[in-house]
């Protein structure tokens, strides 16, 4: 499908896994970044025929997620702007609606993950900023990131927690997760990319903040290029999709001007450590493990950034030839 091997095996394993509303999205965000626009089409339509009444794409068997299927929304509205019927669009305005109005929430704003529980995750960096960013709302992404900064991120260590509770006013999972703070950089990265067009300072202070995470997260780096599931444990298992998240945001910014050319270097490094582990059927394997990401295993979102990072990792070259 895209010419080279390693690719094709992991996009065909990609394919063939059973996936959550979340893995949909970034199943399609890596289609639409490797040019394969048919396919992402067919990945937008399975989305839309499984959107929820309320509006959340992609939903599978009623999940509890809230605001995971807005992952989709890019590759739906990919499909609207090509395709031509008007049930995209229209799945589009759902998920937005759904999104900016009634969709659970803290006081200020800040978009709870799940339904049935006032938490604060990481993950939703990613799920809902990009796609906020890409239709024009990047007043709301920045009202997301501010407010899961205020409650996750430690300035002291530069890393952000995993869950927050609300209720309690403190963090429900306060381990420094490293797949967490993957989806953080990556989330932004992907929203500096899609919306470039952003209030003036604001690109260049989102830009500044991923890029102390970047730097948080590496200096917990093992010598094989991996890095703990839990980032300052050493005891967790050595994780594969940390480095491709962190892989991916770095290629991204140098790509895309807002890190040095310096940064290709270690991005290309973060993807072949990640890439060691692929095995004959194309399965990133020793990644934070579907279904419950507790331990060792294989998981969609792992597929999918192998391929987001191994199409940023031409961007980012392509730009650094051209600027050399």
């Known amino acids: ?95 937005l609606d759904w999104l900016v109005t009634r969709a659970p929430r803290a006081a200020d704003g800040t978009l709870f993950h799940l339904l049935d529980g006032r ?24 009202v997301q990131v501010d407010g899961h900064r205020r409650r996750l991120f430690d300035s002291r260590t530069g890393l952000y927690a995993a869950r927050w509770d609300e209720d309690r006013g403190e963090p429900d999972q306060p381990q420094p997760w490293g797949t967490g703070n993957g989806w953080v950089v990556a989330g932004i990265a992907r929203a ?33 290029g991996l890095f703990p599931d839990v980032l300052d444990d050493p005891r967790s298992f050595r994780e594969a999709n940390t480095a491709q998240l962190l892989g991916y945001a770095a290629l991204t910014g140098v790509a895309d001007g807002w890190l040095p050319a310096s940064w290709l270097g270690t991005g290309a490094e973060l993807l072949a450590a990640a890439g060691r582990r692929v095995d004959r059927r194309g399965r990133v394997t020793g990644v934070s493990g579907a279904p419950d990401f507790t331990r060792p295993g294989t998981s969609p979102e792992a597929q999918a950034f192998h391929l987001l990072g191994h199409a940023a990792l031409r961007r980012a070259r392509a730009a650094v030839s051209r600027a050399g």
């Open 192 to 224: 500096l990319r899609l919306a470039p067009d952003w209030p003036a300072g604001l690109r260049a202070e989102l830009a500044g903040h991923a890029r102390t995470v970047l730097d948080a997260c590496l200096a917990y780096r093992a010598d094989d």
């Open 1 to 95: 499908m895209t010419g080279d091997d390693t690719t094709d095996r992991v996009l065909a394993a990609l394919l063939a896994m059973q996936r959550q509303s979340w893995e949909q999205g970034v199943t399609g965000h890596a289609l639409l970044d490797l040019g394969l626009g048919e396919l992402a089409v067919l990945v937008a339509d399975a989305a839309v025929t499984r959107q929820h009444p309320d509006g959340r794409l992609g939903d599978v068997s009623g999940e509890a997620g809230a605001v995971n299927g807005a992952a989709c929304g890019e590759v739906v509205r990919y499909a609207a702007t090509t395709d031509g019927d008007p049930r995209f669009a229209a799945a589009l305005d759902a998920q």
């Open 119 to 142: 938490q604060v995750w990481a993950d939703t960096v990613y799920m809902v900023v990009p796609l906020l960013a890409l239709v024009g709302r990047t007043d709301l992404a920045a």
